[in-house]
């Protein structure tokens, strides 16, 4: 069974850091691109940031730009986000996500075929 | 960045009932365009890609269409576990957007 698991999600002061991890399983990690995503309570979708298979290619939102590094280790299946500077508006539920199809990344890329549950970061 | 523009924001259908949901881009995100769905507590959930084409396992009454700036998401016949949110992304471009949803809900 393909799967997304988050973790490392808390409550955690204005200005101060914290790193989430998502652990994959059930596919070729190392063949797909990885993204993040974000929904605040009561609020709708926001893509975050995203990695190619092979982390040369990253994309971050607007909103989280200078603030927040992906990054992925693809022996150990994982996909990581680290979160400095945080801000009360980034109290969300976050989410990873890969794409439907191996070996896009960049312009055009790919829907989100499989998302985890979510790991929830409280900025306050 | 491109603005995608859900309508209405609220539909209230009855059981049976067609649903019909649009999405419009600021830009032409040429077929680049997703529809999920969500619903409470839950994770979204892939629907269509490519515009038109089904994700693994959705049902037939649902169904997508449009290119470019114009998109719209079918619901031929409700069924209970239909109502929900529902958003459309492109992804043609960066960054990624969504578009910020049409809640279904029971007419």
Redesign the interface.
């Known amino acids: 069974e393909v799967q997304l698991v988050e973790s490392g999600g808390g409550l955690v002061q204005p200005g101060r850091s914290l790193r989430l991890s998502c652990a994959a399983s059930g596919f070729i990690f190392h063949d797909y691109a990885m993204y993040w995503v974000r929904q605040a309570p009561g609020k709708g979708l926001e893509w975050v940031a995203g990695i190619s298979w092979d982390s040369i290619g990253v994309g971050y939102g607007d909103s989280v730009k200078g603030r927040f590094t992906v990054s992925r280790d693809n022996a150990k299946k994982s996909l990581y986000l680290q979160m400095d500077s945080l801000r009360i508006e980034d109290t969300a539920l976050y989410y990873c996500a890969k794409d439907l199809s191996s070996g896009y990344f960049g312009s055009p890329g790919d829907a989100f075929d499989v998302w985890g549950q979510g790991t929830m970061v409280t900025v306050s | 960045?491109i603005v995608m523009t859900q309508s209405p924001a609220t539909l209230s259908v009855s059981p049976g009932e067609r649903a019909t949901l649009s999405c419009r881009a600021s830009q032409s995100v040429?077929s680049?365009l997703?529809w999920?769905q969500?619903k409470p507590g839950q994770?979204?959930?892939?629907l269509i890609?490519?515009a038109y084409t089904r994700?693994?396992g959705v049902p037939a009454r649902f169904s997508g269409s449009g290119s470019g700036t114009e998109f719209t998401l079918t619901i031929s016949s409700l069924q209970s576990e239909d109502f929900a949110?529902y958003?459309c992304?492109q992804?043609?471009?960066?960054?990624?957007?969504?578009?910020?949803?049409t809640k279904v809900d029971i007419k």
């Open positions: 960045e040429n680049n997703a999920y969500q994770a979204p959930r892939l890609y490519g994700a693994a949110v958003y992304q992804y043609n471009n960066w960054p990624r957007t969504f578009g910020l949803g």
